[in-house]
């Protein structure tokens, strides 16, 4: 079983950038595949991103692609969603997720789920 934290959210303005941090414990992140969700007020949670547990094969959602990038830094045992070019759409609860498989869009195919960390866009 492995525990989620994300941090890193916060307010900013279109066109800046966020790094968002997830950090696990309880198991390395190297055995599972990592996913980043996001979820807006009155929508449904949505895909972002996704790390093969290979720490190299990677998927995005079309609206995040050439923008956003997630990565791994295994000895700290942290996931990264490095946002660039921010738009207002973005705004949102950004969640981390953890997988034993390779399903990387498909939401129940994570086991296991952080708190979320807000990000504000403004426009």
């Known amino acids: 079983q492995v525990q989620l934290v994300e941090s890193g959210g916060g307010l900013v303005q279109t066109g800046d950038s966020l790094r968002l941090s997830c950090a696990a414990s309880?198991?390395?992140?190297?055995?599972?595949?990592m996913g980043w969700f996001r979820q807006a007020p009155g929508k449904e949670r949505e895909f972002v991103a996704a790390?093969?547990?290979?720490?190299?094969?990677?998927e995005y959602a079309d609206s995040v692609k050439g923008r956003f990038t997630i990565s791994r830094i295994t000895p700290w045992n942290t996931v990264y969603l490095q946002m660039n070019n921010l738009k207002p759409e973005d705004a949102a609860v950004y969640y981390c997720?953890?997988?034993?498989?390779?399903?990387?869009?498909?939401?129940?195919?994570?086991?296991?789920w952080g708190q979320g960390t807000q990000v504000t866009v403004s426009s």
């Open positions: 997720a953890a997988s034993s498989v390779w399903s990387p869009s498909v939401r129940s195919s994570y086991d296991f």
């Open positions: 309880g198991r390395t992140i190297s055995s599972y595949s």
């Open positions: 790390l093969n547990r290979n720490g190299v094969s990677t």
